[in-house]
């Protein structure tokens, strides 16, 4: 199963642009989402890294959306985030001298890759603005 850095980017994203171009404290963000500020300044320097957030340094300082909502799609966060096969992988090797072992991994493979690009299509129809409408 996939990690939480989807969830907790796109809380982070709506959050920044329900701020209007604000500057948004990651201490403000780890309160709405209830996780340490420190995991939310590291999902903060990957979403920047993508291009999808600024921030500003020092006193007063925190983080702001790089680009309108209507701009910033959905399957692209999903790609930047994405650690790992959203079905999971197999930790075992199965056992090479039987018929459905020696090809399970690959076509699990398959099975998987085919239903990622599946939800990374669906993701890619939707904004942020899209999503964000869903709280106004």
Same mark, same amino acid.
């Given at each position: 199963?996939?990690?939480?850095?989807?969830?907790?980017?796109? +809380?982070?994203?709506?959050?920044?642009?329900?701020?209007?171009?604000?500057?948004?404290?990651?201490?403000?963000?780890?309160?709405?989402?209830?996780?340490?500020?420190?995991?939310?300044?590291?999902?903060?320097?990957?979403?920047?890294? +993508?291009?999808?957030?600024?921030?500003?340094?020092?006193?007063?300082?925190?983080?702001?959306?790089?680009?309108?909502?209507?701009?910033?799609?959905?399957?692209?966060?999903?790609? $930047?985030?994405?650690?790992?096969?959203?079905?999971?992988?197999?930790?075992?090797?199965?056992?090479?001298?039987?018929?459905?072992?020696?090809?399970?991994?690959? +076509?699990?493979? =398959?099975?998987?890759?085919?239903?990622?690009? $599946?939800?990374?299509?669906?993701?890619? =129809?939707?904004?942020?603005?899209?999503?964000?409408?869903?709280?106004?």
């Amino acid at each position: 199963m996939n990690n939480s850095r989807f969830p907790i980017s796109l +809380h982070i994203l709506t959050l920044l642009d329900d701020a209007k171009g604000a500057v948004v404290s990651s201490e403000y963000l780890a309160g709405s989402i209830n996780i340490n500020p420190v995991l939310v300044r590291k999902e903060i320097i990957n979403l920047r890294k +993508h291009g999808f957030v600024d921030s500003k340094e020092g006193k007063g300082g925190g983080s702001f959306l790089a680009k309108s909502a209507s701009e910033i799609n959905l399957g692209e966060v999903y790609q $930047a985030v994405k650690s790992n096969n959203i079905l999971g992988q197999s930790k075992n090797e199965p056992n090479p001298k039987c018929p459905i072992g020696k090809q399970i991994n690959q +076509h699990l493979n =398959t099975l998987y890759s085919d239903a990622e690009n $599946a939800l990374i299509e669906n993701l890619s =129809t939707q904004t942020l603005a899209d999503f964000a409408l869903k709280f106004k």
